[in-house]
Structure formats: C-alpha cells, structure tokens
C-alpha cells in the first residue's frame, strides 16, 4: 500500500543550524502539507503546497521556514537558523484530491540542542 | 478562520466501558470535511473516518461510530466496549472547502485500564 515516506525519522541540530526534513509523498497526489506537533500538544498546521506553489500558511509559517518540491517527487521543509523551540515532531501529509483524507508520513523528530 | 475543539484533553475508563470522544467545529465554509485520527504511542497518525458536511448520515465500523450533527456543528466519537488497543490520543479534524486548511483539534488523550 502506498505511503508518505520521511527521511530521517530522528534529526539532531545545533542551536542556528539549518536542516532540511524530506518527504516523498504519495505519486499522484495533489496536496501536500507540513505540521508540526511539540511533544505532548496539538498537531499544528505549517503550510500546505498545491499545483507547485504555497496554498495556505499559518502565522508559525514565518521566513525561517520555506518548503519546495525540487523534483515532482521530494516535498522538504527547510527551517534557517534553528531555536530550541522548534524541537518537534513534523509531520508531511498528503492528498490525491480536494475531498479525501490526507495520509500522513511517520514523522520526523527535530531535536535542536 | 476555522476551528476545532476538543474539550476533553483526557479520559480513563475501564475496558469494556462504551466512551465518547466529543469534537465541535467552527467554519464559515458551507462544504468542508471532517476527520477523526487516532495517534497511538508509538506517534503516527492514523486516519480513522471522513465525512463530509452534505452528508450527515451516521457511521458505524465495528465498535467504533460517528454521530455528525451539523445543526450544532458536532461530530462526536464513540467506541462501544473499550479495549487496552484503544489507548491513544484522538484528533478531529477539519478540512475547509479549498482544502488547503486542516484544523486538528487539541486531541483528546484516551487511556483504556484493564
């Protein structure tokens, strides 16, 4: 069964650095979206990317973030200049069309210390 | 602006015990979708039931069922005798009309003792 696929599960960063999180979301989907959600909280919305450009984006969303899809394949989320505060769990999703669930990846643990 | 609310952030109860998860919603968008997500401790989350807002037919799967209300913008959870499995926490989630927003709810944390 296909699947949201995130590389790498767990990243480690220094205060400062940047780090760029992967996704492969599902061939054929239309939507794509980044969330975060800080250990023990609420999923949080980041951003969501259709017909390759930004469709939606919350306050979080701010110029230390930016996302691509370099190749019709990869969706990254690219975070400037880490705080410790953005140590989270970020989650991509995607969807094939306006009126389906969104399938979500298994995560990616952001550790910035 | 769309919003979910949760307002149970925990529950307990004893296997076997039915409980409901309750969820309400806010939006100015007359279609949208609504969505319940189960995340376990293991930390994935794993899409449970879809409904959209012209289709306030209930559902039932198995021990689990949804009652859509949207005269009082609802959709409420419920899962007939709990099981240990059932631990987890619980979104809802709404997705608006462009569908380019999905709001999840704070969750709610279900604990389920044997």
């Known amino acids: 069964e296909p699947e949201v696929t995130q590389t790498p599960s767990h990243q480690v960063t220094q205060m400062g650095q940047e780090v760029i999180l992967r996704c492969v979301p599902i061939?054929?989907?239309?939507?794509f979206y980044w969330y975060r959600q800080i250990l023990g909280q609420k999923v949080e919305f980041l951003v969501s990317?259709?017909?390759?450009?930004?469709?939606?984006k919350s306050e979080i969303f701010d110029d230390q973030f930016s996302v691509e899809r370099p190749d019709g394949s990869n969706f990254t989320l690219k975070i400037r200049s880490t705080k410790l505060e953005d140590s989270a769990m970020y989650f991509c999703?995607?969807?094939?069309?306006?009126?389906?669930?969104?399938?979500f990846g298994q995560g990616t643990r952001l550790t910035v210390v | 602006a769309q919003k979910v609310t949760q307002a149970q952030t925990e529950i307990s109860v004893v296997e076997k015990e039915d409980v409901t998860l309750d969820c309400v919603y806010e939006?100015?968008?007359?279609?949208?979708?609504l969505f319940w997500y189960k995340q376990p401790p293991s930390g994935e989350l794993v899409f449970l039931i879809r409904?959209?807002?012209?289709?306030?037919q209930n559902e039932i799967s198995g021990r689990y069922s949804w009652n859509f209300q949207k005269s009082t913008s609802s959709f409420n959870f419920t899962i007939t005798a709990s099981q240990v499995v059932d631990s987890a926490v619980y979104f809802c989630?709404?997705?608006?009309?462009?569908?380019?927003?999905?709001?999840f709810g704070g969750g709610t944390r279900l604990m389920v003792k044997p």
């Open positions: 999703a995607s969807r094939p069309t306006e009126d389906t669930e969104a399938f």
């Open positions: 061939s054929n989907h239309l939507y």
């Open positions: 990317f259709y017909n390759n450009e930004i469709s939606e």
């Open positions: 939006t100015r968008d007359t279609t949208y979708y």
């Open positions: 409904r959209n807002s012209f289709d306030e």
């Open positions: 989630a709404l997705l608006n009309n462009a569908g380019n927003m999905l709001t």
